[in-house]
């Protein structure tokens, strides 16, 4: 939903001007489309189209945007959006079963470019707001940390009778070995 994020964007700067939107990633075959639109909604200055970025890029863009536009209408775990949360960046989608359930209120869900605008306006508005959802988004993408997988894992190893404390701590003294 690359068009639909960027008409959102431009009725967004409409509201707040000196706000610029970055669109990283591969560019795909519909990268004649995406720069036609973003043209023809005059927002050349505004839009960024860097292509593949390094890891440390994305850490900064996410950890210094105000928000993270992710529209959607075919996701799957959404990797990305707790990417953004983990580094503290609140996030802006719409209201897909499988968002949804992995995020609950830690987003904020708009349905129509409108919808997302005005989700945006809100984040860039109002700072109480934004630190919510900061926070909401950082709990929720520590749910899914490695150390939450793996006591979560241990939880289930140990109620199937698969792992007890004498177990654990032999495995615990040969992996410590």
């Keep these: 939903m690359v068009l639909e994020s960027i008409d959102a964007f431009a009725r967004f700067r409409a509201r707040c001007p000196g706000y610029r939107y ?3 990633g591969v560019h795909g075959d519909a990268l ?3 720069r036609e639109r973003i043209e023809s909604l005059a927002l050349g200055a505004a839009v960024e189209l860097p292509g593949r970025i390094s890891f440390e890029h994305k ?6 945007a ?3 536009l992710q529209p959607s209408h075919c996701e799957g775990f959404g990797l990305a959006i ?3 949360q983990a580094c503290g960046c609140p996030v802006v989608t719409n209201r897909e079963r499988c968002i949804v359930e992995i995020n609950g209120a830690a987003v904020l869900y708009g349905e129509s470019a409108d919808q997302l ?3 945006l306006h809100a984040l860039a508005t109002d700072p109480v707001l934004r630190a919510t959802m900061r926070e909401r988004g950082l709990k929720n993408a520590q749910r899914f940390s490695y150390e939450a997988r793996r006591e979560a894992l241990r939880a289930v190893l140990q109620s199937i009778g698969v792992l007890d404390a004498k177990t654990e701590a032999a495995a615990g003294a040969t992996h410590a070995s």
């Design 117 to 119: 605008a005005d989700r």
């Design 32 to 34: 004649g489309l995406v």
């Design 66 to 68: 105000t928000a993270y």
């Design 82 to 84: 707790l990417e953004a």
């Design 59 to 64: 850490l900064r863009l996410l950890q210094t």
């Design 22 to 24: 970055v669109l990283a």
